[in-house]
């Protein structure tokens, strides 16, 4: 069984450029999130998927999108790169909740893509 | 708005030695999710223990144990006998409940670095 796997696992960038991150969520998932990891910082949320749209968001600029497809296989976009954007991107994915009262499955992420911006 | 602290950067231990990492969270919820995450140099998290706001018990898995104490908001964690393999960063977060749909974002720690060394 597959886990969650992302691609590419390294990239350089320079400043202005776009890019585009790619996620297969684990089999059986249907909701994928995309984290920012600065160099000696936890994880920061970025946005999340289900059912093709946009659930949740954190404290990101509109610079950063993304994408959901039917296969729940997801994208995550970042324009007009600035130097602040160099990080580990991680994806997650986890089983949707409908038709449970409370939530709280654990994430399963994927080795994440790390962005060099030069 | 929610937060996680552990205030415990690095801590080294010689292996078989025990280590309890700290962890303090802030959220005005009376329902959440307490986890914790390890991340190997390779980058991918991977999921340690979960636990809910209304289940206190401490609990013991080989050997990992956790103390949650809702009245102090702190969801410790203590590694028994270390051992090298268990260097990693290690990610305490908290997670709101939700009914329905899709899971919450998790907010994390900045991480505490453990070595065992040999």
């Known amino acids: 069984d597959a886990g969650v796997t992302q691609s590419p696992t390294h990239l350089i960038k320079t400043r202005g450029q776009q890019v585009t991150l790619r996620c297969s969520p684990k089999s059986g998932h249907d909701t994928v999130s995309w984290y920012q990891q600065a160099l000696g910082q936890g994880p920061q949320f970025i946005f999340q998927?289900?059912?093709?749209?946009?659930?949740q968001r954190g404290n990101f600029p509109d610079r950063f999108s993304g994408h959901q497809f039917p296969n729940y296989s997801s994208e995550l976009n970042v324009n007009a790169l600035l130097l602040g954007d160099s990080a580990l991107y991680l994806c997650?994915?986890?089983?949707?909740?409908?038709?449970?009262?409370?939530?709280?499955?654990?994430?399963?992420f994927g080795q994440g893509t790390r962005l060099t911006v030069v | 708005a929610q937060k996680v602290t552990q205030a415990q950067t690095e801590i080294s231990v010689v292996e078989k030695e025990d280590v309890t990492l700290d962890c303090v969270y802030e959220t005005r919820d009376t329902t959440y999710y307490l986890f914790w995450y390890k991340q190997p140099p390779s980058g991918e998290l991977v999921f340690l223990i979960r636990r809910n706001s209304f289940d206190e018990q401490n609990e013991i898995s080989g050997r990992y144990s956790w103390n949650f104490q809702k009245s102090t908001s702190s969801f410790n964690f203590t590694i028994t006998a270390s051992q090298v393999v268990d260097s990693a960063v290690y990610f305490c977060?908290?997670?709101?409940?939700?009914?329905?749909?899709?899971?919450?974002?998790?907010?994390f720690g900045k991480g505490t670095l453990l070595t065992v060394n040999p």
């Open positions: 977060a908290l997670s709101e409940a939700r009914s329905g749909g899709s899971n919450y974002k998790l907010t």
């Open positions: 997650a994915s986890s089983p949707a909740l409908a038709g449970r009262s409370v939530g709280g499955t654990e994430a399963f």
């Open positions: 998927y289900y059912e093709e749209e946009e659930r």
